[in-house]
């Protein structure tokens, strides 16, 4: 803890890198809780979640703009036909890829959401749209100024404070489904003994197509917030390179079975890196190196956690 | 001297007490039996035996050594070797591969070396391969050298596990239920076997076994275990007529029939 | 105690494996278009001479992704920082300025690439022996991000963001004898694959792969074993790294940049399973396959007219086809390329030609489901 003191004490603004952190938290988060949701239900590590993501944001933007033979769609509207696009895109792959392979080794199932992932980024590179574009923000679209309030001189762009919103919302409400809704228990039943769950009567097939459209829709609110300026754009593959990594590590510290736990991780994660990017002395030895302090930071946490608490801070056990 | 002494063991799962101050002993070429109803911890204390468990308390003696706290490889470079319960074999390996890894320990050269694919190195694998196909003549199933253990029927599987123990030249063999899933006609035939190991090869022999007949045939004495204890133990049919071993099979098979 | 003395002797010669004087030149005969494939094909052109010796490392990247996936079953993420560790060291051990070094400074280059990546490779496996299951892959995959951003980009190392020359000794100097060299190097790792498979390396490996409890019972020490596995493997993939180096004729951290790194990461997956997990065949013959998409794909789309679309898309296209085949393979054909080929390479191996394959094929197992057994 000495070392966040010491980030404390330095001449460094201190809420610049708290503001930044918590938005790259909000996002790494709701990236997050698809990998969680996914994890806690199927066992696997998605790979294809970023994509999942992008092609939101992509749908969406083509919707925003009416670009081609896409009719013009007012913003949210676009917005949540993106979402759907991404729904749909998870289902696809449930149906396709994991369904096939469902009682194969898990590594197998990983591999090929590495496989979907690939795909994924290929086919929206093919895609006639421009590529470096970003989604409009929120403000724009409502014309309104695009920080909400100002800390020590420090705008809070409403965007993010969008995100960190989502991201709350979504941890809650994901974590009642799981806890006190049939289809919640259900999925977790499956989880835990497919055989059984068949015998009480669940449909595994349909319980599966569910939860991956769950993931997909996870993806997709996390594609349309993250897809925007300043940082965010709808290109293929930048959410995958960029974010996918450091979400999964937030996922498991928070505990990869944990839904709150993909929030907490997440804004951890998030504050880690703003704290080890603002303060070059984060890590001895690493100063000529200011670009890599933030990822050597958490590489460090995650292996930490892995050796010494493999559950993640809100994981359970096994 | 024993080949085999456990002396007062006790592992504990959390709150549960798997095994509870067990000690028994199997001296050169005896073939003793572990019996005791399902739940009775022989496996949890098979386990411990052969390195997979640690011990809470009490201590493991192989000839005399202390292996309490030695690796499960370590104790089969000793010559303990074991069968599992539901066959533990290299699934994607074809028979013969899986009879020349069981020799792992007796290679006689390193992996650095056997990189090289030097003489020596050949020449061993030579002998090896020499090893198991004497195996496969000694179990009668010479014709399924090459075959991949998937299209093998379960009962040539478990005489195969039974040759992989058997090819890292054992001295002391832990055999998991041998005869499970056997008819009763297989099961005498198995006996026969183990008593044939044992004139010709004079393996010592300790076997979980629920099969009566089979631990009346082969045993020369036998142990039994419920809820992790030590319930009686003496000679085959001084135990069979055991009242406390009557009356815990008994209530095991009422428990189970209800 | 002791059965081997109280078992009968042996014939030495196992059967099947014995080809008749007449069957060896058969096979002799046969191998030679493929033969002349591999060395009479890239002296067409410069390009091809490169492409060429480009695919020759990408072969051996299989191979030693072969030996950590396919043999030992654990998923790597990060094998790109061991190629460029590889690279890394031989460059800077070689180091000498704008002159060709002399060929003992040039083998010392190459062991010492390969000595680095193994012992990158061991720390990777020392961290991995502690992390159970999917969660190696996330740290492979970290592994390899922090292996670029911050041991690439130190200046020491990378010659001041400039690159660090790594010139070729005289008697490899040109391309065409380069790869040559290069086609030597696959044979080493050829060479070292067949042993692992045929002694008890492969056996011990293939062993835990599929149970370590069964694996330990064997005697074989599971620990041990997967540190090797990590360690054959970043050697190989060290011995490409160095090969790379001298290829470019110089290591730059631009070739191994994060983002470049996670997308050959991906890649390097994506052909080890198509070529089928431990089949070596298959891994260097899609090795190869996707070593020359580009060139091919460029020229059948110069051919064609479709040149420009395909210089914009050209990332995105060899996406599609690595996915779209890792997907096929995965799903409909788990032994991959390799069990294709298995009719061609079991005959040159030595047994009768037969479409039918009773052996099955490891891959294919592998894949097909994990293993059972408790103990």
């Known amino acids: 803890m000495h070392v966040l003191a010491s980030a404390f004490s330095t001449e460094t603004n201190f809420v610049t890198p708290l503001i930044s952190g918590i938005a790259n938290g909000s996002a790494y988060g709701l990236l997050g809780l698809g990998l969680v949701l996914l994890y806690k239900s199927n066992r696997i590590f998605n790979f294809a979640q970023g994509e999942f993501a992008t092609i939101a944001a992509i749908v969406a933007y083509v919707f925003d703009r009416g670009t081609g033979w896409v009719p013009k769609a007012p913003y949210f509207l676009a917005l949540a036909l993106g979402v759907l696009a991404s729904v749909l895109t998870a289902m696809l792959t449930e149906r396709m890829v994991i369904r096939p392979l469902f009682n194969r080794p898990r590594v197998v199932l990983v591999v090929a959401t590495i496989g979907v992932a690939l795909l994924l980024i290929g086919v929206e590179g093919m895609l006639p749209y421009p590529q470096t574009a970003s989604l409009r923000t929120i403000s724009d679209v409502l014309n309104v100024r695009s920080y909400v309030t100002q800390v020590d001189h420090v705008a809070i762009l409403d965007q993010d404070l969008a995100k960190f919103i989502a991201l709350a919302l979504l941890a809650v409400a994901a974590f009642v489904f799981f806890r006190f809704t049939p289809t919640g228990t259900a999925i977790l039943a499956v989880s835990q003994d497919a055989t059984a769950a068949r015998v009480v009567g669940i449909s595994v097939e349909r319980i599966s197509a569910t939860t991956w459209a769950i993931a997909g829709l996870l993806g997709g609110i996390a594609g349309v917030l993250l897809a925007v300026p300043p940082s965010g754009s709808v290109t293929p593959g930048s959410i995958t390179g960029l974010t996918l990594t450091v979400a999964f590590s937030a996922a498991v510290l928070g505990g990869m079975t944990s839904l709150p736990g993909a929030f907490v991780g997440g804004l951890l994660i998030g504050l880690i890196e703003a704290f080890a990017n603002a303060d070059q002395s984060f890590i001895p030895g690493l100063s000529s190196l200011p670009t890599a302090q933030a990822e050597v930071a958490v590489a460090i946490v995650l292996l930490v956690i892995l050796l010494v608490r493999p559950r993640g801070l809100l994981g359970q056990e096994a | ?258 | 105690m002791a059965t081997g003395e109280l078992l009968t002797p042996y014939d030495a010669d196992a059967p099947g494996r014995r080809a008749s004087l007449l069957g060896l030149a058969t096979r002799g005969t046969a191998f030679l278009p493929v033969l002349a494939l591999v060395l009479l094909l890239p002296r067409q052109s410069g390009d091809w001479t490169n492409d060429a010796i480009f695919a020759a490392i990408y072969a051996m990247v299989g191979l030693s992704m072969n030996v950590l996936v396919g043999y030992t079953g654990q998923i790597s993420l990060g094998q790109q920082a061991f190629l460029g560790i590889g690279a890394l060291t031989a460059a800077n051990v070689v180091h000498t300025g704008t002159n060709a070094p002399d060929p003992f400074t040039f083998a010392l280059g190459m062991v010492c690439a390969v000595a680095v990546s193994a012992g990158a490779a061991a720390v990777l496996g020392g961290i991995a022996l502690r992390i159970r299951g999917l969660y190696l892959a996330l740290v492979t995959l970290v592994f390899g991000a922090v292996t670029a951003d911050a041991v690439f980009t130190i200046p020491s190392l990378n010659g001041n963001d400039a690159g660090v020359s790594a010139y070729r000794p005289t008697a490899i100097q040109t391309d065409y004898s380069y790869y040559i060299f290069a086609v030597a190097m696959v044979g080493v790792c050829l060479y070292v694959d067949v042993w692992i498979r045929r002694t008890k390396v492969g056996r011990g490996l293939i062993a835990l792969r599929d149970n370590e409890l069964v694996a330990s019972s064997f005697g074989i020490n599971v620990l041990g074993y997967k540190l090797l596995g990590f360690v054959l493997s970043g050697a190989m993939a060290g011995l490409a790294g160095g090969v790379f180096a001298f290829w470019s004729q110089e290591f730059s951290d631009k070739d191994f940049t994060a983002t470049a790194g996670f997308n050959k990461a991906l890649i390097f997956v994506v052909m080890v399973v198509v070529g089928g997990l431990g089949n070596r065949a298959g891994v260097v013959a899609a090795a190869a396959f996707f070593a020359l998409l580009d060139p091919i794909l460029s020229g059948i789309a110069h051919s064609t007219g479709w040149i420009n679309y395909y210089t914009d898309h050209k990332a995105y296209i060899s996406n599609i086809i690595g996915a779209v085949l890792l997907l096929q393979t995965l799903i409909f054909n788990p032994g991959g390329l390799g069990q294709v080929l298995r009719p061609f390479t079991r005959w040159f191996g030595g047994h009768p030609f037969s479409l039918h394959d009773e052996h099955g094929d490891a891959a294919a197992a592998a894949l097909a489901g994990g293993s059972d057994v408790r103990a």
């Not at chain 2, 994607?92 to 390193?110: I, R």
Request: contains cysteine; negative net charge.
């Open chain 2, 1 to 258: 001297m024993s080949v085999l002494e456990v002396r007062d063991i006790t592992i504990r799962f959390g709150g549960l007490t798997a095994v509870d101050g067990l000690s028994l002993a199997v001296n050169e070429w005896e073939i003793v039996g572990l019996m005791g109803p399902n739940g009775a911890g022989k496996t949890t204390a098979f386990n411990c035996i052969t390195g997979f468990y640690k011990a809470d308390e009490g201590q493991v003696f192989y000839r005399g050594q202390d292996v309490t706290r030695l690796a499960p490889h370590r104790k089969a470079a000793l010559g303990i070797a074991r069968t599992f319960q539901n066959v533990g074999m290299v699934k994607s390996e074809t028979v013969l591969e899986n009879l020349l890894t069981a020799q792992h320990t007796k290679s006689g050269y390193g992996p650095f070396q056997a990189l090289t694919g030097m003489t020596a190195v050949r020449q061993r694998e030579k002998e090896l391969a020499a090893h198991a196909d004497a195996i496969l003549e000694l179990l009668g199933l010479t014709d399924v050298r090459d075959r991949p253990l998937g299209s093998l029927s379960y009962g040539t599987l478990k005489l195969l596990e039974l040759g992989c123990a058997l090819a890292n030249d054992p001295d002391l063999l832990l055999l998991d239920e041998p005869s499970s899933g056997m008819g009763p006609e297989e099961s005498h035939e198995l006996g026969e076997r183990l008593l044939a190991l044992r004139r010709e090869l004079g393996v010592t022999m300790l076997l979980i076994e629920h099969h009566v007949p089979l631990v009346a045939a082969v045993c020369d004495y036998v142990y039994v275990l419920n809820f992790g204890r030590l319930l009686a133990e003496g000679d085959p049919d001084h135990v069979r007529n055991h009242p406390e071993v009557v009356a815990a099979y008994l209530g095991a098979e009422v428990e189970e029939s209800a």
